[in-house]
């Protein structure tokens, strides 16, 4: 069956670090992958996607690359700010459902 | 401006109650979605809607039931057969439901039962 597995949080980290939050799937055929971001007490907005392998989504300043070969989307950004922290979720579509791993909490201290 | 909106943003209700959330889309999309979130999971599929007058289970339906009487609007009835109603409940909506189609979500609606 499809399943997204995200590494467990809370990411904490200070301003300006570097951040990377793993993301793996399973899934039959090939599927688009998805970033949703969640802030507190709001709904979800999609953050950046990617539909075929190789692929690198990218939203303000975050990226993420469709990795085949190891079945990862993971997340990055260079350098997070105070306003990035929120819950991050991955996400696949395979025929016309979204299934959702559990969200990662990322909290950004000044 | 086009969007979702999901009223009320807090609900509160007696064990045994049914209650309904509205969920109300101007984006012209034919496909709407429930999902519901607990603390420390994902989103999870509660009912699916691809077009006027149809809809489809998702995973977790027992105790909710849903109408698309209307494009625009999708509410979800949560019944007393739901055993553990409490949760954030999440509308969505996209164009078309498939695989190159983004899924915009509403603000959500915190149901608390008593």
């Known amino acids: 069956g499809n399943s997204v597995t995200q590494m467990e949080g809370p990411v904490t980290l200070s301003e300006e670090a570097f951040l990377t939050i793993n993301c793996t799937y399973t899934?039959?055929?090939?599927?688009?992958l998805f970033w949703y971001v969640q802030y507190p007490g709001e709904g979800l907005q999609l953050l950046l996607k990617?539909?075929?392998?190789?692929d690198k989504g990218s939203n303000k300043g975050f990226e993420a690359t469709y990795r085949k070969e190891t079945t990862s989307f993971h997340l990055e950004k260079g350098s997070v700010q105070v306003s990035d922290s929120a819950v991050y979720f991955c996400a696949l579509m395979n025929t016309d459902k979204l299934i959702f791993g559990t969200g990662t909490r990322l909290q950004v201290f000044p | 401006d086009g969007g979702i909106t999901q009223s009320p943003k807090y609900l509160f209700r007696k064990e045994g109650q049914n209650v309904t959330l509205s969920c109300e889309q101007n984006?012209?999309?034919?496909?709407m979605y429930w999902y519901r979130q607990d603390p420390g999971q994902g989103l999870r599929l509660i009912y699916y809607s691809q077009i006027v007058n149809d809809f489809q289970k998702g995973d977790i339906a027992e105790g909710y039931s849903v109408s698309r009487e209307k494009k625009e609007s999708f509410p979800l009835t949560v019944t007393s057969a739901q055993k553990n109603p409490t949760a954030f409940y999440l509308c969505a909506s996209s164009v078309l439901a498939g695989v190159m189609n983004e899924q915009f979500f509403g603000p959500g609606t915190r149901l608390t039962v008593l």
């Open positions: 984006l012209n999309h034919d496909a």
């Open positions: 899934a039959t055929g090939y599927p688009s």
């Open positions: 990617a539909t075929k392998a190789d």
